[in-house]
């Protein structure tokens, strides 16, 4: 089992910045990638971001592509995502989960999720 734990949620106003951590304890070693996902109100949850853990590539929503950074940390087990320049559309509840990907992240499939945190952006 892989546990996932996200914070840094809450608050903040269009064109603000937000940072959200995913920290990952288990068998963490069975995932090669980690993803963010979202739901926002009356909406199907939606891909935000990926990366692989080995490598470091990346892959972004469109609707979040130069706003939006995600990162890792190896010697920590986290991953963040640097959220910059939000709009009233990113409020959602954020989940962070841990899966697998080929080489083009585009194939990440997620096999554990986080309670997920929640982030509003107010106009």
């Known amino acids: 089992q892989v546990q996932l734990t996200e914070s840094g949620g809450g608050l903040v106003q269009t064109g603000g910045s937000l940072r959200l951590s995913c920290a990952a304890s288990?068998?963490?070693?069975?995932?090669?990638?980690m993803a963010w996902f979202r739901r926002a109100p009356g909406k199907e949850r939606a891909f935000v971001a990926a990366?692989?853990?080995?490598?470091?590539?990346?892959e972004y929503a469109d609707s979040v592509k130069g706003r939006f950074t995600v990162s890792r940390d190896d010697a920590r087990n986290t991953v963040s995502l640097q959220m910059n320049d939000l709009k009233p559309e990113d409020t959602a509840v954020y989940y962070c989960?841990?899966?697998?990907?080929?080489?083009?992240?585009?194939?990440?499939?997620?096999?554990?999720w986080g309670q997920g945190t929640q982030v509003t952006v107010s106009s």
């Open positions: 990366i692989r853990l080995t490598g470091g590539s990346t």
């Open positions: 989960t841990a899966g697998t990907s080929g080489l083009n992240v585009r194939s990440y499939r997620p096999a554990y």
């Open positions: 288990g068998r963490t070693m069975v995932n090669n990638a």
